[in-house]
């Protein structure tokens, strides 16, 4: 008899498996919130943070249930106070809860405690400085441990947004290089509105959904569309540089995006990716050097320059210069002039590692647009801290204007510029060789600049 019965309640129970087996998620969902709150959250109380914080995002009821102020004590305990040093704080914590009485407090403790951690380590690892470039030699080592990643939003004209992934970055020395390729969405060159860069940082390995957003370039292409040069092509693709750092890869004859690049430098570029909004960049902090008031020439001497010329596949050179100065008397058109090499003296020119070249790559299509490459230039003052840093695609244009007896070859010219610096690179190709010789390096700075920085009047 007993024997019968259990048969019975086994079939019983098959058949409520196989009904429950059928049923809609909807339904299931249905039936999880006829269930006595005290019940729910007991059964929430055995997830994890990752899986609470997933869970949260189902309905308006799941998302009370799982900010549970109890919950979150548990899980914030269970962190963070796994030895008696971390009690008294966890102790503080609790009086601000009882005089306070925020719901969802715990929960948002848990998570301003990690960011804060992580906030101390990644502060301890930029630490060590470089001896050459005068700037945190683990950058890239914080951002991967940061869980730092880039994401390119593109607008089109009709206003159609599409964030895209990342397709492969580079980095070198003193910058990174971002590209997103054809691979993406990405509507025809002239439909794109605008083009936004953001730093997006995963809070915590275990909830890829938690992301704080930042907001690193907003380029209008209406407005940068006007200055656009094709600095650069090969048999496929033509290069447009929109501004400094970023340039659209364009099929040429065709008016669809192969690739869009950005080149950024590593001068707090942990800051401007994780420190920003989603809306507003972040504000680098103005260090200003004391005041001099005895040195006749302050601030037009004892500069430091690190110039790399890489593309991303290689390195071409890399050099540091120090000791540059200005003499005020050599100030001319509101501009200060540090010459790194001299054109006339043969033992500072400096032969390339290789030839400047710039590769590319979309899928399954790859060339290489000869005479370009990027540079990433950092400029440090007499005190060792960066005064202008600058990285970009540059190409190399031939130069008729002047002659060097010392050669046998082309001359080319690099000229970069932006709001606060040119730079002037002067280069012989020679002749049956791939050698590129690299005979003059000139930088320019704002004498504005200048005055602003060390408050001055030059």
């Known amino acids: 008899m007993k024997a019968s019965k259990a048969a019975v309640s086994s079939q019983r129970a098959v058949r409520t498996s196989k009904r429950a087996d059928k049923s809609s998620p909807a339904s299931t969902q249905c039936f999880m919130e006829r269930l006595p709150s005290e019940v729910l959250t007991k059964i929430l109380s055995y997830l994890d943070a990752s899986a609470l914080f997933s869970i949260s995002h189902t309905n308006k009821l799941f998302y009370l249930l799982a900010s549970d102020d109890i919950l979150w004590k548990k899980i914030y305990m269970s962190e963070f106070c796994k030895n008696k040093k971390q009690i008294p704080k966890f102790l503080d914590a609790l009086k601000m809860e009882s005089e306070d009485h925020v719901t969802g407090y715990w929960k948002s ?39 730092v990643a880039w994401e390119l939003t ?20 003193t910058s990174v290089t971002l590209c997103w390729s054809a691979g993406c969405y ?14 997006v940082r995963r809070i915590t390995p275990n909830c890829p959904s938690l992301k704080k957003r930042s907001l690193m370039l907003r380029l209008d292409m209406h407005t940068l569309n006007k200055n656009a040069q094709t600095f650069g092509q090969d048999s496929l693709v033509q290069m447009k540089l929109l501004q400094p750092g970023v340039i659209v890869g364009v099929w040429r004859d065709q008016c669809s995006v192969a690739f869009i690049t950005f080149t950024l ?24 050097p004391p005041f001099d008031d005895t040195d006749p020439e302050y601030g037009l001497h004892g500069y430091q320059l690190h110039i790399v010329l890489h593309n991303t596949v290689c390195k071409v050179m890399s050099e540091s210069f120090s000791q540059l100065f200005c003499r005020r008397a050599q100030i001319s058109d509101g501009l200060v002039q540090f010459t790194a090499v001299n054109r006339t003296n043969l033992s500072q020119h400096i032969a390339l590692s290789g030839t400047i070249s710039l590769p590319w790559q979309c899928e399954a299509l790859q060339g290489t647009v000869e005479n370009c490459c990027i540079m990433s230039l950092t400029l440090l003052d007499e005190f060792r801290k960066p005064f202008r840093c600058a990285t970009s695609p540059v190409s190399m244009e031939l130069d008729d204007t002047s002659v060097c007896y010392d050669y046998d070859g082309d001359q080319y010219m690099i000229h970069y510029q932006d ?40």
């Not at 060789?433 to 200048?450: A, N, P």
């Open 265 to 288: 430098h590593i001068h707090r570029l942990v800051e401007r990716s994780s420190q920003g909004s989603s809306a507003c960049t972040y504000v680098e902090p103005i260090v200003k």
């Open 154 to 173: 593109v607008t089109s004209t009709s206003g159609h947004e599409s964030t895209l992934e990342l397709s492969c970055s580079h980095f070198s020395e």
């Open 419 to 458: 709001s606060g610096i040119q730079v002037k690179m002067q280069l012989v190709q020679l002749k049956d060789q791939k050698q590129v010789i690299l005979i003059s390096l000139v930088v320019f700075l704002s004498v504005g600049d200048v005055n602003k920085h060390f408050s001055r009047d030059y």
């Open 109 to 147: 403790q848990y998570f301003k405690t990690i960011a804060t951690r992580d906030l101390k380590k990644w502060k301890r690892l930029l630490g060590p400085i470089s001896f050459h470039t005068g700037l945190p030699s683990q950058t890239e080592q914080v951002l991967r441990n940061l869980r």
């Open 186 to 199: 990405l509507p025809n060159y002239e439909q794109i509105s605008t083009l936004q860069l953001h730093g």
